[in-house]
Nanobody, 115 residues
Framework: QVQLVESGGGLVQPGGSLRLSCAAS????????MSWYRQAPGKERELVAL???????NYADSVKGRFTISRDNGKRTVYLQMSSLKPEDTAVYYC?????????WGQGTQVTVSS
């Protein structure tokens, strides 16, 4: 059974940093495009960052220059390094794995940016 388990969320002050991790089990991780989404209260889920199987990255305009997505295929883990955090970054962050017709989501981790 495929599982994606996010970790690293929490409460941080504006301007601070956090690193999210998403560990995958039971899948051929290196084949998958991995991405991070977020959903704030009352808003739709949105793509934050994506990294393909060949390590090409793409970011939402709102996080460019502040967030960095990376992957470690040996550890079956994708990371999201978040810096210069703003209150508007507050959301539940979800990990997603996609390859052909296979599509899996994690359970989410809460990130709260507040003073």
């Amino acid at each position: 059974q495929v599982q994606l388990v996010e970790s690293g969320g929490g409460l941080v002050q504006p301007g601070g940093s956090l690193r999210l991790s998403c560990a995958a089990s039971s899948l051929a991780f290196s084949n998958y495009a991995m991405s991070w989404y977020r959903q704030a209260p009352g808003k739709e889920r949105e793509l934050v960052a994506l990294i393909t199987s060949s390590a090409t990255t793409n970011y939402a305009d709102s996080v460019k220059g502040r967030f960095t997505i990376s992957r470690d295929n040996g550890k079956r883990t994708v990371y999201l390094q978040m810096s210069s955090l703003k209150p508007e970054d507050t959301a539940v962050y979800y990990c997603r794995a996609r390859w052909l017709v296979r599509d899996y989501w994690g359970q989410g981790t809460q990130v709260t940016v507040s003073s």
